[in-house]
Structures are given as C-alpha cells and as structure tokens.
C-alpha cells in the first residue's frame, strides 16, 4: 500500500495527462499549484505550502474561503433539493434572491433572470437589448457598441464585445460577430468619437455595454461617473438598451455596493455574478428594469426571452447567494472598503519609486501596479508562491483584489510581497 503522500502525487500527473487548462499552451506549461483545501485567506498545497490569496479567486471569493453562513446554507439546501429546473418551478431560495436583489439595485431594475456563469449572463443581457428591438420590428437594430479595454466573457457572443486587441480574443476575428467598438469616452474628443459612432450606426445598434468605473480583465482600466452620464444620455437620446456588465465591480469591490450607485446614473440592464455566491459556487444574474421587460410582453408568444440553461437559477447557489447577501448586511462595508483602499494605497504607492512602475491605481479593494514591459506571469506567479502569495499577473498588470475579511498585516505583507518581486525582478 503506497503512502497518502505518494498516492496523491500519482493522481497529480496521471490526472494532469487528462486536464485541458485554461489559457494555457499545454506543449510546454509550467506544472499548476495542487491546492488541498482553502481557509479565510488562505490556500493550502497538498505539499503543506500555505498561500495568502491577493486575487480571491479572481476577486470571486469576497468574504474569504469557506464562510461559514454560506457552507451553512449550501448544505442545508442540499439535503431538501440539490437542483430542479427552473421551466414550471419556482423555488423560495430563487424567489427571496429575486426580491433582495431589486432592493438592493433600486426600484428600476426589477426582473431578474438567473444563469450560471457570467458570460451567460452577458449573453442574455445580449439576447434580451437585441430581442426587445426584434419585438418592436427593428430587425435590423442587432449590434452592441462597446469599448476597446473591455472584458465580458470567453464565450463567442461575450468574445465579440471585449477588447479587439489586448485580449486573446482578436484570434477569433472572422469568427466573431462584428460590434461597434468605440474608445472609452473619457474625454471630449472620445466622447465626440463615441457619439459619431452611434450616428453612423444607429440603424444597426440595439446597445452600449460597459463595465462601470473599473474595466477588470481587459487591463484594469479606470474611469469615472461621467462616462457612465454621457453613456446614459446616448442610449436615451438614439433609443439603446444600456448595459452595466458588473460582474467585476458588483458588491463592494469598487468601495460601493455597486459601481454605478457612485453616480446618478441607472442602467437598463445589469449583470452579475463571482461575488454574487461569496466565490463559492456558480450563480449569475441579468437584471432588467421594468420598461425592458414590457418589451417582451406580447401576445405573440414568440416575444417571449428566448432562453433557459438547464441549471439556472440552481437553489443550492440562490442559497448560497441569500447567505452571502445576509453576511453583507452584518458588515459595516463602507469602512471596511475605506480601510481596504487605504491599506492598498499605502502599500503599493512606494512602487512608483521604481522605474520600471508606470502607474499605481487603488479603486475600493482593488490595487493595480501596472508596468513597462509586460511580466512571464507563469514566472511571476511562481515567484510570488515561492514567497507565500497568491498573485497572477497579466500581460503588464499585477494586481491586489483580497477578500474583505484580510487584515491590515496580510495586506501589509502582500503590498511589500509585490514592492520586493518587481525590485529583484522587473527590468526594462
Ligand atoms: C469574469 C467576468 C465575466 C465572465 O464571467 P465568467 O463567469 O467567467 O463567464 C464577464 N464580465 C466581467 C466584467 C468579468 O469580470
């Protein structure tokens, strides 16, 4: 009989043979991490390495590994009813998550469709700009106007709407559906791009997708409230369904419980997800205002939302969801958000001091060191766990985005953990 320890590392290369990984060149990849279990902050190997989590499965894990009142909820929901689909049922986990979530977004937003990952709920958000024109007979009006530094998902539909360039997504060219992409409108040159845009296309249009105040995986590119007000004004004043994509910036990351509850500015649509169930398992939601939903209201039955996955609205992540919603509320956020940022300012800011450093950006509890040259984040990342921390880098961006439960000398240590790295280790 073969030791534990032997056993586990024959399942770590026979079942290594067997795993396709994502965004990886399988001819020649540096081997993954074997995680054994998770706690709080914290990551175990099988080895017994202990890793601190900067990027909480990305920014996922917002309340930490395994909260309890989530595990709680999830195992109770098990026992009474693992799964059961969502055409002619309804359940209470989904029916109480519906009602919390309009009340958290506001009165305006107030159908809620559940999927399982976030691209699906992009595509939905999709599906439903571009049906409500097809319900009104716009059938030309079935393009997205979206933004070069954007990032809303793998999947084809969601391919077409991120960055043309930066992201891996321009291999797929032909392939994808050909959106309007326009410059984020940061300035009034690029607002008046943008609006020149929308003139020239407005036959073809049916909506604007944007993630507000912080574009996460497509660079971590920051903006402000006016983008969100110019965007507002266009979708009103060309008849477009605006959609907030916040499955990056919803609850908390940015410093307000949702990105766009910094401005006055109300989306037609919004999506989320990671955060949605703490990290803890798939759930995703799109969710509608009132005046979208009438659009699909009709005799004809084909005007109905032409969608429904087999798991949507699974009650096992509803209840998860319910829990992680029940943990906010006991939290102070704000402070908790306000001390986040101040930690993270205070530890990568000194980064600057190094030349090969061209900008730090702290927004709510995410702090991003962006670099000259783009970084080997295979390299980096083993770099960083050789030294006890969770951080993986992309292209020219290291980036903090913990759980909110980490204490200021975890912060501590993975601010001096990144400050050390680029000093040894980024040379232009
Ligand atoms: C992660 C992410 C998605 C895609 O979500 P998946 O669950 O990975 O499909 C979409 N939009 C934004 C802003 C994201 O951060």
Redesign the pocket.
């Known amino acids: 009989m073969e030791n534990t320890n032997n056993l586990s590392d024959n399942d770590y290369k026979t079942g290594l043979q067997h795993l396709w990984l994502p965004y990886t060149q399988m001819l020649h990849h540096k081997p993954p991490l074997y995680a054994k279990k998770t706690a709080g902050t914290h990551i175990t190997l099988e080895n017994g390495d202990v890793l601190i989590d900067g990027i909480a499965s ?1 920014w996922a894990a917002c309340h930490g590994y395994n909260p309890k009142p989530i595990t709680d909820a999830v195992i109770q929901q098990f026992q009474v009813m693992p799964h059961i689909m969502f055409g002619g049922f309804v359940h209470k986990p989904a029916l109480q998550l519906a009602c919390r979530l309009c009340q958290l977004l506001g009165e305006d937003l107030n159908r809620v469709f559940f999927t399982e ?3 699906v709920s ?1 595509e939905v958000a999709m599906k439903m700009a571009v049906q409500r024109q097809l319900n009104k007979k716009q059938y030309q009006r079935t393009k997205i106007l979206c933004f070069y530094g954007g ?4 999947t084809f539909a ?1 391919m077409s709407v991120c960055d043309p360039q930066e992201g891996m997504h321009h291999l797929f060219h032909n392939a994808l559906i050909q959106q309007i992409i326009a410059p984020l409108p940061t300035t009034e040159q690029k607002k008046q791009q943008c609006q020149e845009l929308i003139e020239k296309h407005q036959n073809e249009l049916a909506a604007i997708i944007i ?1 507000p105040f912080i574009q ?2 497509g660079g971590m590119l920051f903006s402000t409230g006016h983008v969100l007000e110019f965007l507002r004004r266009m979708a009103d004043d060309y008849d477009l369904t605006l959609i907030f ?1 916040e ?2 910036t919803g609850f908390w990351r940015t410093g307000h419980e949702f990105a766009f509850k910094k401005t006055h500015v109300k989306p037609d649509i919004i999506t989320l ?2 955060s949605l169930t703490g990290g803890t398992v798939p759930l ?1 939601a799109t969710i509608a205002t009132e005046k979208i939903f009438e659009d699909f209201l009709s005799l004809n039955e084909e005007h109905a939302l032409m969608h429904g996955p087999t798991f949507m609205a699974n009650p096992v992540a509803c209840a998860a969801a319910n829990a992680s919603l029940d943990m906010f509320a006991c939290k102070n956020m704000p402070k908790i958000m306000k001390n986040l940022s101040a930690r993270l300012k205070e530890g990568l800011e000194p980064c600057l001091d190094n030349k090969n450093v061209k900008d730090v950006r702290i927004m709510g509890g995410v702090g991003v060191v962006e670099l000259y040259p783009p970084v080997n984040c295979d390299e980096y990342c083993r770099i960083f766990a050789h030294l006890g921390a969770w951080i993986r880098p992309f292209r020219n961006i290291i980036y903090l985005t913990p759980a909110f439960i980490m204490s200021d000398e975890e912060i501590h240590f993975l601010t001096s953990t990144i400050r050390h790295v680029i000093e040894q280790y980024a040379h232009r």
């Open positions: 990305w990952s976030g691209s992009v990032y809303h998902g793998d969601t993630e996460g995986a994509d499955i990056f997800s990671k995703a």
